[in-house]
T-cell receptor
Framework: EAQVTQNPRYLITVTGKKLTVTCSQNMNHEYMSWYRQDPGLGLRQIYYSMNVEVTDKGDVPEGYKVSRKEKRNFPLILESPSPNQTSLYFC?????????????FGQGTRLTVV | EDKVVQSPLSLVVHEGDTVTLNCSYEVTNFRSLLWYKQEKKAPTFLFMLTSSGIEKKSGRLSSILDKKELFSILNITATQTGDSAVYLCAVNRGAQKLVFGQGTRLTINP
């Protein structure tokens, strides 16, 4: 089954404790992205990647890092989480712009930083 | 600053009604406009529009883009309770840089 898998689905952590949210897709897609979703603000793009070792900042990259060492994986790293990073995070992937950017979303990771 | 604005933010109708959701945008480098449906968690892709005046249809859903006036509409006819969701509009600015609107929360009452 074609899917984008995020882990964990729920995470509560303390300020300053480094964490990684994993994202994996099994569709051999080139494009992958991370978004955060906050009430009243909609989905905002954090980082995106067009291929292995090719990543770029989205609209809200501060406080986040990503890496794309393999095509299927695109982890999101919070080196020193802060309470304002409490949010619902989505990873997404697509084969190409032609098929509809970010056609497949993961199930989301709800992160709470206390 | 690039922005996408959806209206209304919330809409409650009865089953069987027809609804129209609006999406206007101001972006520096428009490539395409996308509609998504978000129910419990993950958004699911509905349509991608790149050209003005060409209607995309999928069952009871249809969408059209006006690149001159910078907006798109999503129509849902003969609504059903299963259409209740948040509908998201996004603009692709190229190289996978998407900007989303706030979403329209649609509630269909039986």
């Amino acid at each position: 089954e074609a899917q984008v898998t995020q882990n964990p689905r729920y995470l509560i952590t303390v300020t300053g404790k480094k964490l990684t949210v994993t994202c994996s897709q099994n569709m051999n897609h080139e494009y992958m992205s991370w978004y955060r979703q906050d009430p009243g603000l909609g989905l905002r793009q954090i980082y995106y990647s067009m291929n292995v070792e090719v990543t770029d900042k989205g609209d809200v990259p501060e406080g986040y890092k990503v890496s794309r060492k393999e095509k299927r994986n695109f982890p999101l790293i919070l080196e020193s989480p802060s309470p304002n990073q409490t949010s619902l995070y989505f990873c997404a992937s697509s084969a190409s712009l032609r098929t509809g950017a970010n056609a497949f979303f993961g199930q989301g990771t709800r992160l709470t930083v206390v | 600053e690039d922005k996408v604005v959806q209206s209304p933010l919330s809409l409650v109708v009865h089953e069987g009604d027809t609804v129209t959701l609006n999406c206007s945008y101001e972006v520096t480098n428009f490539r395409s406009l996308l509609w998504y449906k978000q129910e419990k968690k993950a958004p699911t892709f509905l349509f991608m529009l790149t050209s003005s005046g060409i209607e995309k249809k999928s069952g009871r859903l249809s969408s059209i883009l006006d690149k001159k006036e910078l907006f798109s509409i999503l129509n849902i006819t003969a609504t059903q309770t299963g259409d209740s969701a948040v509908y998201l509009c996004a603009v692709n600015r190229g190289a996978q840089k998407l900007v989303f609107g706030q979403g329209t929360r649609l509630t269909i009452n039986p």
